[in-house]
């Protein structure tokens, strides 16, 4: 079936910086969402973009809606343990059913 | 709020033996999936339901059946569960319109 890349596959970073993924798909989308997954948990909204170009932040998270529909990008500023955990794009158009990535793990070291 | 809320939590079935997970959601949300999560494969469609009364298949199908006889629960049912079918698996409801889906907290189900 259908599916989008995420790079990087996973992260290591330190605590304070700043974080950036990426998605990308070879057809065009109405909407890209951002989840986030922690262990045992189920899949959390976080940020959903409705146009092209459209850049939307949500504390320190901030997303962006490629031009050319096709990619989608999330930045994490300063961040902090609890940013741990898988994010998985989706994307959507109406009428259809959701294409996900396969996730970014996100490890944060202290 | 409770949003999407998953029963049960864990289950072990042996080969053979039937089950059905239970999805209900409060938001009064038309659409409902039921997904399927496995190392390195992401979230896979199973089936999902567009209205009250009607269901259709997703990309993995096979071994599982649904109903959505009210339109705030979806069950996903298993007449012969297989060692395959271990899995997480997840339950999300939306409207459709906004793109937006809202996941359940999971049922982690392991076939001996």
């Known amino acids: 079936g259908q599916q989008l890349n995420q790079s990087p596959q996973s992260m290591f970073i330190q605590e304070g910086e700043d974080v950036s993924m990426n998605c990308t798909s070879s057809?065009?989308?109405?909407?890209w969402l951002w989840y986030k997954q922690e262990p045992g948990e189920g899949p959390v909204l976080l940020i959903a973009?409705?146009?092209?170009?459209e850049l939307t932040s949500n504390g320190r998270l901030t997303a962006q809606f490629g031009i050319t529909r096709k990619d989608s990008f999330l930045n994490i500023s300063a961040s902090i343990p609890s940013d741990v955990g898988i994010y998985f794009c989706?994307?959507?158009?109406?009428?259809?059913?959701?294409?996900f990535g396969p996730g970014t793990r996100l490890s944060v070291l202290p | 709020n409770a949003g999407v809320t998953q029963t049960p939590k864990f289950r072990v079935l042996k080969t053979g033996q039937s089950m059905t997970l239970l999805c209900a959601q409060d938001?009064?949300?038309?659409?409902m999936y039921w997904y399927r999560q496995d190392p390195g494969m992401g979230l896979r469609l199973i089936h999902y339901?567009?209205?009250?009364?009607?269901?259709a298949k997703g990309e993995v199908p096979d071994g599982y059946n649904v109903s959505r006889l009210k339109k705030q629960n979806f069950l996903l049912g298993l007449e012969s569960a297989a060692p395959s079918q271990t899995s997480v698996y997840f339950c999300?409801?939306?409207?459709?319109?906004?793109?937006?889906?809202?996941f359940g907290e999971g049922s982690r189900l392991t076939v001996l």
């Open positions: 973009l409705y146009k092209a170009g």
């Open positions: 339901s567009v209205g009250e009364g009607t269901t």
């Open positions: 989706a994307g959507h158009n109406y009428g259809q059913n959701f294409v």
């Open positions: 938001m009064n949300h038309e659409y």
């Open positions: 999300a409801s939306g409207t459709g319109y906004t793109g937006e889906l809202f």
């Open positions: 057809s065009i989308f109405n909407t």
